[in-house]
T-cell receptor
């Protein structure tokens, strides 16, 4: 089945540790995105990539890093510099045109203790 | 700025019709998406509007007025399973980015 997978669904980490969230898609999409969602709020863009080996900062990139070495994969690292990392993280992909629909993975809920 | 406004919460009765509004800044507008998100789950695509008018898909319809910077999502024959957050998202001329509104939490009551 074609789709976007994120793992794990729930993740717990101690404060001060870096953690990497995975996102894989087999839709042959060029563009991939990472969003953060806090309770009762909409989605805020962290980073996005429109092509392999290239990515741009979104609105809240501080404390996060990404890589795009393969078309299928767009991992997000939450670093210790991110002051409030506990949130629901969503990965999405699209064909890459501004009018194309973005399709979302199931999300990873990160809790930092 | 690229502000998107939608009501925070709405309540409606099973079987009724509800309209969820969304307003946005018109400069550089490309298109508008509606997504449905159940609690703890990923958003799922409902509709996309780029031209003025109404797009109908079964019980759900979405309307757009480009000149007014206004859209609405219309849900008919409401069912309990329609209780969810409805997200309005707009693409502007900035290369592939979507900006999301805060979402409207819809509660459908018997």
């Amino acid at each position: 089945d074609g789709g976007i997978t994120q793992s794990p669904k729930y993740l717990f980490r101690k404060e001060g540790q870096n953690v990497t969230l995975s996102c894989e898609q087999n839709l042959n999409h060029d563009a991939m995105y990472w969003y953060r969602q806090d309770p009762g709020q909409g989605l805020r863009l962290i980073y996005y990539s429109q092509i392999v080996n290239d990515f741009q900062k979104g609105d809240i990139a501080e404390g996060y890093s990404v890589s795009r070495e393969k078309k299928e994969s767009f991992p997000l690292t939450v670093t210790s510099a991110q002051k409030n990392p506990t949130a629901f993280y969503l990965c999405a992909s699209s064909s890459g045109q501004v009018t194309d629909t973005q399709y979302f993975g199931p999300g990873t809920r990160l809790t930092v203790l | 700025g690229q502000n998107i406004d939608q009501p925070t919460e709405m309540t409606a009765t099973e079987g009724a019709i509800v309209q969820i509004n969304c307003t946005y800044q018109t400069s550089g507008f490309n298109g508008l998406f509606w997504y449905q998100q159940h609690a703890g789950e990923a958003p799922t695509f409902l509709s996309y509007n780029v031209l003025d008018g109404l797009e109908e898909k079964g019980r759900f319809s979405s309307f757009l007025s480009r000149s007014k910077g206004y859209s609405y999502l219309l849900l008919k024959e409401l069912q309990m399973k329609d209780s969810a957050s409805y997200l309005c998202a707009v693409s502007w001329n900035q290369g592939g980015k979507l900006i999301f509104g805060q979402g409207t939490e819809l509660s459908v009551k018997p």
